[in-house]
Nanobody, 118 residues
Framework: QVQLVESGGGLVQPGGSLRLSCAASGSIFSIAAMGWYRQAPGKQRELVAT?????NYADSVKGRFTISRDNAKNTVSLQMNSLKPEDTAVYYC??????????????WGQGTQVTVSS
């Protein structure tokens, strides 16, 4: 069993900052990549940022968001600055990993709400 637990969402005014964190635990053999996705109401889930062999950002967040990963602790964080109303969404942590005895698979957190509003 693998669990991803997120924290750090909330309500913030435009221009403000939030930091999301995610910790992976359980029967983990090795993590290939971790990242963040988001889903706004009525829209499909989209990639925000990932880090593994390389780091990738959605064009809409480049220069404002920073992803960081602690391999020793199996955690990933997303520092979000200069937040805009269009960043409002449920943010999901993702880990692509090998669990013990299984093949490479994607695991998801439960999601954390980020609301940017005045």
């Amino acid at each position: 069993q693998v669990q991803l637990v997120e924290s750090g969402g909330g309500l913030v005014q435009p221009g403000g900052s939030l930091r999301l964190s995610c910790a992976a635990s359980g029967s983990i053999f090795s993590i290939a990549a971790m990242g963040w996705y988001r889903q706004a109401p009525g829209k499909q889930r989209e990639l925000v940022a990932t880090t593994g062999g390389s780091t990738n950002y959605a064009d809409s967040v480049k220069g404002r968001f920073t992803i960081s990963r602690d391999n020793a602790k199996n955690t990933v964080s997303l520092q979000m600055n200069s937040l805009k109303p269009e960043d409002t969404a449920v943010y999901y942590c993702n880990a692509r990993l090998w669990s013990r005895g299984n093949s490479l698979s994607d695991y998801w957190g439960q999601g954390t709400q980020v609301t940017v509003s005045s």
